[in-house]
């Protein structure tokens, strides 16, 4: 796929920080674009900003995505309006900063189903029309936390590599007919997730939402099968190849027990 140009996007998790940022980006790019959130007068208010500003055609279908029926209605109320998704964009997730056992069992069994059985049940559900019209692909927000364990954020982490690993092994099936499926893993990013995880942020650096979503739709466009968003997330990336994986859980244990115990 070389262009964006009327294409027909769905992003999920669209009404603030990287899913607000790709829906920007698709603007400019002269998309068709789909967002789904939880809140529909925040959809609906990016919506009517993104109309007055690019002229672009946005449908506004809310719901939540942690609740097991909402990835199939979404499907079915697409398809109502006749609408053919080329690209997914599944960035919705939410994350927990803490003691494994500070979480209740439910707090962790909503963020599977979003950050990965909504995931999986979106491709699975929209992946036969890219197929039949042979283009189109998906893009798969996970996180450098998929690289390594992570101490103290260890469900959320996990959840992303399976991301990563998932949306790896659907490109190897998959872009010989004309599919991309692309993982990206941002590291830090300004925006309201790490308050909602309870982060202790203080003396950390952030990527923009912008940098993501636009480094992340270039890496699609270049048919990439993953993309580390930053050069020194990326040099990073390496250790867990180069130390033993014991050192790198050691390391990243007594980087974040700072943050979550102080």
């Not at 990013?189 to 202790?200: E, I, R, V």
């Amino acid at each position: 796929m070389k262009s964006l140009k009327n294409k027909v996007v769905l992003v999920t998790g669209a009404s603030s920080g990287i899913g607000e940022a790709f829906v920007y980006e698709l603007a400019k790019q002269g998309a068709i674009i789909i967002i789904t959130a939880r809140s529909q007068s925040k959809l609906q208010i990016l919506a009517d900003k993104i109309c007055n500003e690019y002229a672009n055609k946005v449908v506004v279908l809310p719901g939540d995505l942690s609740l097991k029926e909402t990835p199939l209605k979404l499907y079915n109320d697409i398809r109502k309006l006749e609408l053919t998704v080329d690209i997914l964009i599944n960035n919705a997730g939410i994350g927990m900063w803490a003691n494994f056992l500070d979480e209740s069992i439910e707090s962790y069994e909503k963020m599977l189903e979003l950050n990965i059985n909504a995931l999986v049940k979106l491709s699975h559900f929209f992946l036969p029309d890219m197929l039949k019209k042979e283009e189109g692909g998906i893009i798969n927000i996970a996180s450098t936390g998929a690289l390594q364990p992570c101490p103290y954020i260890a469900v959320y982490c996990a959840s992303k590599a399976f991301v990563l690993s998932f949306s790896e092994a659907l490109y190897g099936e998959y872009y010989k007919k004309g599919i991309t499926v692309t993982a990206v893993c941002p590291g830090n990013t300004a925006t309201s997730f790490q308050s909602a995880a309870k982060a202790n942020t203080k003396g950390m650096s952030f990527d923009t939402a912008q940098k993501v979503a636009k480094e992340a739709i270039r890496a699609f466009l270049g048919n990439k099968s993953s993309k580390i968003i930053g050069l020194m997330n990326y040099i990073q990336s390496f250790l867990p190849r180069l130390l033993p994986r014991k050192t790198i859980i050691c390391i990243v244990k007594n980087m974040m027990d700072k943050r979550v115990n102080g």
